[in-house]
């Protein structure tokens, strides 16, 4: 099946609020576990998440690493406007800030000390230019993790995808896992992109049924 991409922002107010009140709280700790259990001697600095959504992700980080600074950021408004809550309503707002930009438009180069990106990238259009951007973001020798949907074959594969992990979820949140799940990338696209980049240091691996998951050192 090929990709069929989905609008690139989540930036429906009510999508937004959707989104942020869906319990991923298993796969947010998990996200955030794994960072740890990749690079065990990360003890800290400054963090960008891209594409932070409701920063959940973000405040999980900052509490599991009391001495890292998290920037997320997220072009999509409603999505920053809910992540500034949670982020006060966490007694975080001295640790985590958020911006709203695209991340094509984050200035700077080689200005964090780590990177991570959950379920961005299918959102993307031509996920080179996030490749490159991550790489140029981020200091020589910094951890990333990225992790995103992986697209199955078929369309009746994913709606039984949906309906195995969303079931009694709202409709447009089961909608927008269907959407996602036919705009994401396979292994072997993912390989290739890494490929194309010269990014051979990062690693692929496939945790479950539904993901892919890239990790390793940036030079
Ligand atoms: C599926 S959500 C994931 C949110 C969060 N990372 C999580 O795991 O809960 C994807 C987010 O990426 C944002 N996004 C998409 N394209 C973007 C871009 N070019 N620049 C910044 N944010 C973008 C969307 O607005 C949306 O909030």
Not at 29 to 44: L, N
Not at 56 to 85: H, N
Not at 92 to 97: A, V
Request: hydrophobic share 45%; net charge negative; proline share 7%.
């Amino acid at each position: 099946m090929d990709r069929i991409l989905e609008p690139e922002l989540m930036d429906d107010p009510l999508q937004a609020e959707v989104y942020a009140r869906a319990d991923f709280a298993e796969e947010n700790q998990g996200f955030v576990d794994r960072f740890r259990e990749y690079f065990p001697d990360f003890s800290g600095g400054r963090v960008l998440d891209l594409g932070c959504g409701p920063a959940d992700i973000p405040i999980r980080f900052a509490r599991l690493y009391p001495a890292c600074q998290v920037v997320g950021i997220d072009a999509s408004a409603p999505m920053i406007r809910l992540g500034e809550q949670a982020v006060k309503q966490a007694g975080l707002s001295d640790r985590i800030t958020l911006s709203c930009e695209r991340i094509d438009a984050v200035p700077g180069a080689r200005i964090a000390d780590a990177a991570m990106s959950n379920s961005l990238l299918h959102h993307l259009p031509n996920p080179l230019q996030f490749w490159n951007k991550l790489r140029l973001l981020v200091k020589p020798g910094s951890p990333v993790l990225v992790m995103d949907l992986l697209r199955p074959d078929s369309p009746e594969e994913a709606q039984a995808i949906v309906d195995r992990y969303a079931a009694g979820e709202p409709d447009m949140l089961r909608r927008d896992f269907y959407n996602s799940l036919l705009a994401a990338f396979t292994e072997d696209e993912v390989t290739t992109q890494l490929a194309r980049m010269n990014l051979t240091r990062l690693l692929i691996d496939i945790p479950d049924d539904r993901h892919w998951v890239v990790g390793g050192v940036i030079y």
